[in-house]
């Protein structure tokens, strides 16, 4: 029997088409037996690569290198915006003091990615639409019993009015027919629009898991996420608050249409439907009696800026005196040096929640560098304000604090994209929330939403609601051992809501919880000045 061409629960070998598999050539990405196996190696072609047969394809295939292409691209050249090398290329004249990391690690933080990216699609984002499709169904499903209901109820109105009012009850029976299928075509459309995307998800899900199943590095390293374009849901009808109903009147023979009854119109409201991504929770723990140093990081700035974690807290992003921005892992292996192309050196720094996108920010202009290609633009043009520093929320958004020259007023505004979406600068008495001054105001979100700001100039942290509302205001607490006013700079939130601020002049760290009850210092660690924090995972 040809094994070819019939049934078999066994692999068996590429070669001799008979014995059970044994081996792969993870380079040839053939099935070979035992004895098979010094044969397919027997040309002496230096590329074979035999692993057990379970193994398979678990070896990552490179590209070809575009100036030796008789070599893999096992590398790539961060001082040369990130080109694909060789190990020849490295050693090169070209290539003599650059920057260098292999593409295996940032496959391997790619492929983490989208493995999160597609759990995340599967088990949040795409069931959410199916319970919105569902939900549409079902309300087109009982719109005939809903709406016969309706129509009886004004037929039995009808009979005690007998057919003196019969034009009437036609007249208002048409008007009915007509909301139904407006209603009804609000529905479909609604529903034929979840569908589509619904479809667009499934072709993602398909192409990133046959990303997955591959082992070419490029389409790993070329993967652009669509979950943000997902994870914003379409907005939510809502016609059953306020559908259609008849309002019966007392006979009166004068009017008999204004007397008889109304039907209320269909109203096709919508309101805004959310889905928070789900970022991994850090594990809840008590605070130490004393802080524990884990580890120092040499970041090599001559003055370091600004601190700041994304993917996840898998690496870390620094800035100081110079145009570009660190890039090291948790443990603090430096990775690369993000290129801005900026010509002055950021006031500050913040990165989306992927870690695709890098704002700077000096005079009165925001710059957003692509992380993957170093290109930069300006992203936000803020008109004169001098901006200080900036935050991106869980949600996307872009938070910055400003101060207004010509005006003398500091103010925290909310931009999704370029767009201005939000303004706080007053509480409800009309009094400004913030100090009148030039100086730091870092910004943070907490895990309820709400906007942390240290306030270096008004020496206090000033905290407010997702909508600007005022909450509390900390200016610190008397003690023997913090002569200094208290001022606040860096500014950070943990998993518990806890609010950790740098009180730099007097070498200490502020820990709150979430109402602004101060609970504890980290005072006794060699602190020297603290200015910027962060907390990772």
């Given amino acids: 029997m040809d094994p070819r061409s019939s049934a078999q629960d066994v692999h068996r070998c590429d070669l001799c088409e008979t014995a059970i598999v044994h081996s792969y050539c993870d380079f040839c990405h053939v099935n070979l037996c035992k004895p098979c196996v010094v044969d397919h190696i027997s040309d002496g072609y230096d590329k074979h690569k035999i692993v057990p047969f379970k193994e398979r394809r678990s070896t990552l295939t490179y590209p070809k290198c575009g100036t030796h292409p008789q070599k893999s691209s096992e590398f790539q050249c961060k001082s040369c915006n990130n080109i694909l090398i060789c190990s020849s290329c490295i050693t090169s004249e070209q290539h003599r003091g650059h920057i260098f990391f292999e593409i295996s690690e940032e496959y391997k933080t790619m492929k983490k990615v989208i493995e999160k990216e597609t759990e995340e699609l599967e088990n949040r984002i795409f069931p959410k639409y199916e319970e919105i499709a569902h939900d549409l169904i079902n309300q087109l499903a009982n719109l005939d019993g809903e709406y016969k209901e309706l129509t009886t109820e004004i037929l039995k109105e009808g009979k005690v009015w007998h057919r003196k009012i019969d034009l009437i009850i036609n007249t208002m029976l048409t008007e009915i027919k007509e909301i139904k299928v407006n209603h009804e075509h609000n529905l479909q459309k609604h529903l034929d629009e979840i569908e589509q995307i619904q479809s667009a998800i499934k072709q993602t899900l398909l192409n990133m898991n046959e990303i997955l199943k591959s082992t070419e590095a490029s389409p790993i390293i070329e993967y652009s996420s669509k979950v943000r374009e997902f994870s914003k849901l379409p907005l939510k009808l809502k016609t059953y608050a306020s559908k259609p ?12 249409y204004n007397l008889f009854g109304q039907i209320t119109p269909l109203s096709t409201n919508t309101e805004e439907n959310i889905l928070k991504l789900s970022l991994p929770k850090p594990s809840v723990s008590e605070l130490l009696d004393e802080p524990e140093l884990v580890a120092t990081i040499e970041t090599g700035h001559e003055k370091l800026h600004k601190i700041i974690t994304c993917l996840n807290g898998e690496k870390l992003l620094t800035s100081g005196e110079s145009v570009d921005i660190k890039c090291f892992k948790n443990q603090g292996l430096l990775i690369n040096e993000i ?64 101060f207004k020259r010509w005006t003398d007023q ?43 700001v240290a306030d270096s100039g008004g020496y206090a942290v000033v905290v407010v609601t997702q909508d600007g509302k005022f909450r509390w205001r900390y200016t610190g607490i008397p003690s023997v051992n913090k002569i200094k006013a208290f001022k606040p700079f860096g500014i950070t939130t ?7 601020t740098a009180d730099c002049d007097n070498h200490c760290i502020h820990i709150l919880d979430q109402n602004g009850k101060f609970l504890r210092y980290i005072d006794n660690c060699d602190l020297k000045y603290p200015y910027s924090l962060c907390v990772g995972t």
């Fill in 245 to 256: 109903a008849f309002i019966s009147k007392p006979i009166n023979q004068e009017a008999l």
């Fill in 339 to 402: 290129k801005t192309n900026l010509w002055f050196i950021p006031s500050d720094i913040a990165v989306d929640v992927y870690g695709d996108k890098l704002y700077a920010t000096a005079w009165s202009q925001i710059f957003a560098t692509t992380v993957k290609t170093s290109q930069t633009k300006t992203s936000i043009n803020l008109r004169k304000a001098q901006p200080s520093n900036m935050f991106v929320t869980s949600t996307g958004d872009l938070l910055v604090s400003m």
């Fill in 410 to 452: 500091s103010q925290v505004v909310r931009y999704s994209g370029s767009k201005l979406k939000q303004t706080i600068q007053f509480d409800d008495e009309g009094k400004p929330l913030f100090s009148r001054t030039r100086d730091m105001k870092c910004i943070t979100e907490n895990r309820n939403h709400e906007i942390c």
């Fill in 494 to 500: 943990d998993s518990q809501s806890h609010i950790l």
